[in-house]
T-cell receptor
Framework: NAGVMQNPRHLVRRRGQEARLRCSPM?????VYWYRQLPEEGLKFMVY????????ESGMPKERFSAEFPKEGPSILRIQQVVRGDSAAYFC??????????????FGEGSRLTVL | GQQVMQIPQYQHVQEGEDFTTYCNSS?????IQWYKQRPGGHPVFLIQ?????EVKKQKRLTFQFGEAKKNSSLHITATQTTDVGTYFC?????????????FGRGTQLTVWP
């Protein structure tokens, strides 16, 4: 959904560098999710955050990956010391917290990371 | 862990032919969602099925949820070139976090004019 803003849309990094991906949820949405999509694959859940709180990070790799959603500003997915296997599309999704909401995700346009 | 399998991985059809993609979960699902992703694009929500045996239609698209709530299908009648894209099913296990979906690998549909 165009309301979820992600940047950068494309990012190229060399092995060992850091990648920072940003996501601003739709207005009125307080929950942010990060999903990763490897080439020719489905999306895999990484982490679920609310403002200043990580709710579920069970899909995050144990090392080099971290995520935050500060009180002010966008959510950030940070990948340290990138390797070629990190090359993927990273999608952010948000959803509202309202009665009757049934769980469909609103995805941003994604950040496509290429590691050289 | 929960797995959602989807077949076929690729489907090439002539415009006007029908198309079906199938989704099967290793566990009973609370609900199942379908998304479409155009080449180079992002997943866009199509529909959600909640009830056992549910069937929903959106114009030429028919979605079904199995009686056991472990499988689902999407059928497109008389495909058009605008149907090109990858169709994903995504299962929601209410035992897990809200919004945590288990996606199938997707079926990439190509439509020849």
């Amino acid at each position: 959904n165009a309301g979820v803003m992600q940047n950068p849309r494309h990012l190229v990094r060399r092995r060992g560098q850091e990648a920072r991906l940003r996501c601003s949820p739709m207005k009125g949405h307080s929950h942010v999710y990060w999903y990763r999509q490897l080439p020719e694959e489905g999306l895999k859940f990484m982490v679920y955050l609310q403002k200043e709180n990580i709710i579920d990070e069970s899909g995050m790799p144990k090392e080099r990956f971290s995520a935050e959603f500060p009180k002010e500003g966008p959510s950030i997915l940070r990948i340290q010391q990138v390797v070629r296997g990190d090359s993927a599309a990273y999608f952010c999704a948000s959803l509202p917290l309202r009665t009757g909401y049934t769980g469909e995700l609103f995805f941003g346009e994604g950040s496509r990371l290429t590691v050289l | 862990g929960q797995q959602v399998m989807q077949i076929p991985q690729y489907q090439h059809v002539q415009e006007g032919e029908d198309f079906t993609t199938y989704c099967n979960s290793s566990t009973t699902l609370s609900n199942i969602q379908w998304y479409k992703q155009r080449p180079g694009g992002h997943p866009v929500f199509l529909i959600q099925l909640v009830k056992s045996g549910e069937v929903k239609k959106q114009k030429r698209l028919t979605f079904q949820f199995g009686e056991a709530k472990k499988n689902s299908s999407l059928h497109i009648t008389a495909t058009q070139t605008t149907d090109v894209g990858t169709y994903f099913c995504a299962g929601d296990d209410r035992g897990s976090t809200l919004g945590r979906l288990y996606f199938g690998r997707g079926t990439q549909l190509t439509v020849w004019p």
